[in-house]
């Protein structure tokens, strides 16, 4: 069965430290991953896909398809980053997402 | 424009009633969706509507649980006999299409904070 995982319920660091939520996925086609976020008492929404390969507020995700993962990456975290990231994978043309349990990151000053 | 809505933004009701959950999507949006997110199990997929096709039920976790989408608009999410596991906050979502591609981005809600007392 089709599964996502983040290992981490809670990943806290200091300003300015880099930052790497982990995802890793279980699906033998080729999926289509996401990282989406969660504000504070904000609606949950997309961050980035794999599949545009672009920077979103200074954060990147890689897919590696040998280690199924795609984890989600900032150099330098900012407060403003503090949020619920959950990792999601969409395995067919269209349709449903598979989310991951989520990780609350925590950055403080 | 406005984004996805869903009424009430909050209910509580006794164990064993029935309530209706509703969603509005984005218009012109054919696909919708229902999540359901509570403490310990994350986020799970519930059920997806595209156009007129038969929706995906897959994600239902009892026959409880069912939902309609009427003229391809406006969602109702239903449970009947509701237990104190059915707690969560509800979710739903549309997108311009479900298809991989332009327009597949799903949109999301504020949810539906369901409390079974």
């Known amino acids: 069965a089709q599964r996502v995982t983040q290992p981490e319920k809670l990943l806290s660091v200091f300003k300015g430290a880099p930052v790497e939520l982990k995802c890793n996925y279980s699906?033998?086609?080729?999926?289509?991953l996401f990282w989406y976020v969660q504000y504070s008492r904000q609606r949950l929404q997309l961050l980035l896909r794999h599949i545009s390969r672009e920077s979103i507020k200074g954060f990147t995700a890689d897919l590696n398809k040998g280690e199924t993962s795609f984890h989600l990456k900032k150099p330098f975290a900012q407060e403003e980053d503090s949020a619920m990231y959950y990792c999601a994978l969409r395995y067919n043309q269209g349709g449903k997402l598979i989310f991951g349990q989520g990780t609350e990151l925590s950055v403080k000053p | 424009g406005a984004g996805v809505s869903q009424s009430p933004s909050n209910k509580v009701t006794e164990k064993g009633k029935d309530v209706e959950l509703r969603c509005d999507p984005i218009?012109?949006?054919?696909?919708l969706y229902w999540y359901r997110q509570s403490l310990g199990q994350g986020l799970e997929f519930l059920i997806y509507?595209?156009?007129?096709?038969?929706?995906?039920k897959s994600g239902l976790p009892s026959d409880r649980f069912s939902a309609e989408r009427t003229g391809g608009s406006v969602s109702t999410l239903t449970i009947q006999r509701t237990q104190q596991e059915d707690s969560a906050v509800y979710l739903c979502?549309?997108?311009?299409?479900?298809?991989?591609?332009?327009?597949?981005?799903?949109?999301f809600g504020p949810g539906t904070r369901l409390t079974v007392t």
């Open positions: 979502a549309s997108s311009l299409r479900s298809r991989r591609g332009t327009g597949d981005e799903q949109y």
């Open positions: 699906y033998s086609g080729s999926p289509e």
């Open positions: 218009s012109g949006h054919t696909a």
């Open positions: 509507f595209q156009g007129n096709s038969a929706p995906d």
